[in-house]
């Protein structure tokens, strides 16, 4: 089966192909490149998004033939908010029917998959969170250009933090008695460690450091990425479901 | 016990006092602009005819019509557009002119309906007859020493005017800024008429009828019988209310501040002004004028409506951050404005019907916190 497929958009800090399968395998390289490097010059201005008018299932390829992933609900678990996906690509079946490509939430982390173009709505963002580990430093992007800096507590040895192409699943506010309070970004990623925690699925997410210890530029937490109480909140103000978010050695 | 004063007998009695008196004015109206219909003194939609040895000081056409009878024992101190591309514009500025005639606001107290504009004497605004109107006397424009001052008399269906009416102008009063908005029209013999007849259909002048100013006829057929009319006066400039008069003084000779004698009974407008047609220059207007408001109400979540307001407008383009958003050429200039958190610059790029300058107007615009996101409280169930 044929299909057409429209240029994919190029995605933050990352050479596509061999550049960036060897940007993540070696490490040594990486580590010696300098944030500026790493991720500030190649950020996307604008990141193609839809949003699920209705829940969809996610395949391997764009036709109804191919494998079934899993079904991705058009609310989000935590807010019932809107699910965004970021947009790879699209594409036309044989049948006539479009197909986006996106990234899909949860396990395996980073993943993605192909949904029906119908009952979908186009969007996108012009924001996109880069975290490199090794500095443990956030960087918000606005238009392609840095709007922020942050230093941040990232995740320990024993519980990485994940890294790869992730986005934002979703905003949420937590209550004053929660760990990582006052607010908090949902991650699509998910620990590789920890399979489930505090009766979730080991999500990965940037939230504050109410009721949590660690100094921000630590490598102290169970994988989420800690940010102050002003960091995080200048963040949720900003940025909402479909964000891309760059995780970085 | 006192007697009751019947307020009703009262205030009717005051009403039929203030029929006699001048009627007050409105806010400013909006500009009739005759565009290139202008250098035209008689116009006509299917047929301009004539009869016996009139004078017409101005431009003479017809369009869509081709028929031009009786004009070889009449006077012609101008140019004769036959369906020509000339006439056809001027049609359709004719056309726009009516229209913007026919939306002014009446003043208070502008219906005229069923009432005689004998005796009248109207300031500037707008007035209105729901049907026929009738002159059968002399009615006095007062312009009250403005020399912009614009009066435009809305009739329903026909105006007509009696044997020996007149048009008087006062206190700086401009023929050229009178407009006559009507269905047909019917000038008496020997009316002294002053003003723009902007006819839907037809105009008709009765032998010896004097005009100064315009005989516009949209469809039908404009008429004439030895008649003398002279727009001379209005056709160095297209002579917007913003406009200076036409040679500096008001037309007619008219002193601030001295009623004009009827054309009828002293100088007459038809015999007085039989000077041949100046030479004519295109005398292009700059009295375009723009402010850029943000409309008031709404939140600043919501964004807010930039609004462009003025005269001569051509077209507006917005831009907010450098960034083209909207282009407008048409009435309201406007556009919604809904950027991130943080500073934004609306600018509006506006360009003008005539020779004003165009002109870049900004606008800061400054999203509150309530711009930003609100998300929603959920469970911390995340890798801490």
């Known amino acids: ?249 | 016990m006192p007697k009751p004063i019947h307020l009703n007998r009262a205030g009717m009695a005051l009403a039929a006092c203030c029929s006699f008196l001048a009627l007050p004015a409105a806010a400013q109206a909006a500009a009739v602009d005759l565009g290139t219909a202008s250098p035209f003194v008689v116009l006509g939609g299917q047929e301009v005819s004539n009869t016996g040895a009139s004078l017409l000081n101005g431009d003479l056409g017809v369009s869509p019509g081709t028929s031009l009878p009786g004009f070889q024992s009449a006077t012609v101190n101008g140019t004769t557009h036959n369906n020509d591309a000339v006439a056809a514009q001027a049609q359709s500025d004719l056309t726009a002119a009516f229209d913007v005639a026919a939306a002014e606001p009446l003043n208070i107290g502008g219906d005229l309906s069923t009432q005689d504009l004998a005796g009248k004497t109207l300031l500037a605004g707008a007035y209105g007859f729901t049907s026929d109107a009738q002159l059968s006397g002399t009615v006095t424009f007062d312009a009250q020493n403005d020399p912009n001052a614009q009066f435009v008399v809305k009739v329903g269906s026909q105006l007509t005017t009696g044997s020996g009416s007149a048009v008087v102008l006062a206190n700086g009063a401009n023929p050229c800024n009178i407009y006559w908005k009507v269905d047909t029209a019917v000038l008496g013999s020997t009316t002294a008429f002053q003003g723009n007849v902007l006819a839907l259909t037809s105009i008709s002048l009765n032998n010896g009828a004097s005009v100064i100013g315009r005989m516009l006829a949209r469809n039908g057929t404009t008429s004439l019988i030895n008649n003398t009319l002279n727009n001379s006066s209005c056709r160095s400039t297209s002579t917007p209310p913003g406009g200076t008069p036409p040679g500096g003084t008001p037309p007619g000779g008219t002193t601030p501040g001295t009623p004009t004698t009827p054309p009828g009974t002293g100088s007459s407008p038809g015999t007085g002004n039989q000077a041949p047609p100046e030479s004519r220059t295109t005398v292009r207007t700059r009295n375009g004028s723009a402010i850029l408001r943000r409309t008031p109400g709404g939140s600043c979540r919501d964004g807010f409506r930039a609004r462009v307001r003025g005269k001569k407008i051509k077209r507006v383009v917005f831009s907010m951050d450098g960034k083209r958003i909207s282009s407008r050429s048409k009435s309201p200039f406007a556009v919604s404005v809904r950027g991130s958190a943080g500073r934004h610059k609306v600018t509006a790029r506006v360009t003008f019907t005539d020779a004003t300058r165009a002109k870049t107007l900004k606008l800061g615009y400054r999203a509150c916190s309530s711009a930003l996101l609100q998300p929603r409280r959920g469970p911390s169930q995340f890798t801490g």
């Open chain 1, 1 to 249: 089966m044929s299909h057409r497929t429209t240029p994919t958009p190029r995605l933050p800090g990352l050479r596509r192909g061999v550049a960036g399968v060897a940007l993540l395998t070696a490490g040594a390289v990486c580590a010696l490149a300098t944030p500026a490097q790493a991720t500030g010059s190649r950020v996307a201005a604008s990141q193609p998004l839809v949003a699920l008018l209705d829940g969809h299932v996610a395949r391997t390829g764009p036709s109804a033939g191919s494998r079934r992933i899993e079904y991705v609900k058009a609310l989000r678990p935590l807010t019932h908010v809107r699910t965004f996906l970021p947009v790879l690509g699209y594409a036309t079946s044989n049948a006539g029917n479009r197909w986006a490509h996106v990234r899909l939430p949860g396990r395996p982390s980073g993943h993605t998959g192909w949904i029906p173009a119908k009952r979908t709505r186009r969007a996108s963002t012009a924001w996109h969170i880069a975290i490199r580990l090794s500095t443990r430093r956030v960087t918000v992007y606005h238009r392609g250009r840095v709007k922020r800096h942050f230093s941040a507590v990232v995740g320990k040895p024993s519980t990485p933090t994940p890294r790869g192409r992730f986005f934002v699943e979703e905003a949420l506010q937590l209550s004053s008695r929660d760990a990582g309070g006052p607010f908090a970004l949902a991650t699509s990623a998910r620990s590789a460690v920890l399979q489930e925690f505090e009766g979730g699925p080991g999500q990965i997410a940037l939230h504050g450091i109410d009721n949590l210890s660690g100094a921000p530029g630590t490598a102290a937490s169970h994988g989420c990425v800690r940010l102050t109480t002003g960091a995080i909140t200048w963040l949720v103000r900003r940025v909402g479901a479909g964000v891309p978010l760059t995780i970085r050695r």
